[in-house]
Nanobody
Framework: QVQLVESGGGLVQPGGSLRLSCAAS????????MAWYRQAPGNQRELVAG???????NYADSVKGRFTISTDNAKTTVYLQMNSLKPEDTAVYYC???????????????WGQGAQVTVSS
């Protein structure tokens, strides 16, 4: 199990930028997926972007070309760079890490506490 602490949320005007960070404490296994999800009021939680241990990334269609997911060299922090923000990007953003455990032969599943992002003029 890892503990995830998010930072970087806040209020931004439409067209602006924010960068979310998610710091992981604890052992990160070699086979993992790190991702950002978001949940707006009244909506289900949705996948925003993900990155695998092999470096493959995927994005929701609604954020392609505007958001970029990345990790630091130590693979202990995952970032979400958000550009050209729109009011519909307003949501609580959650960091998620899934790791394959060779010991239990199962995927772990850990979540951060969430970071509020509000896009408004």
């Amino acid at each position: 199990q890892v503990q995830l602490v998010e930072s970087g949320g806040g209020l931004v005007q439409p067209g602006g930028s924010l960068r979310l960070s998610c710091a992981a404490s604890g052992r990160i296994f070699s086979n993992y997926v790190m991702a950002w999800y978001r949940q707006a009021p009244g909506n289900q939680r949705e996948l925003v972007a993900g990155i695998t241990s092999g470096g493959r990334t995927n994005y929701a269609d609604s954020v392609k070309g505007r958001f970029t997911i990345s990790t630091d060299n130590a693979k202990t922090t995952v970032y979400l760079q958000m550009n050209s923000l729109k009011p519909e990007d307003t949501a609580v953003y959650y960091c998620n890490v899934k790791m394959w455990s060779d010991l239990t032969r199962k995927w772990t599943d850990d979540w951060g506490q969430g970071a509020q992002v509000t896009v408004s003029s």
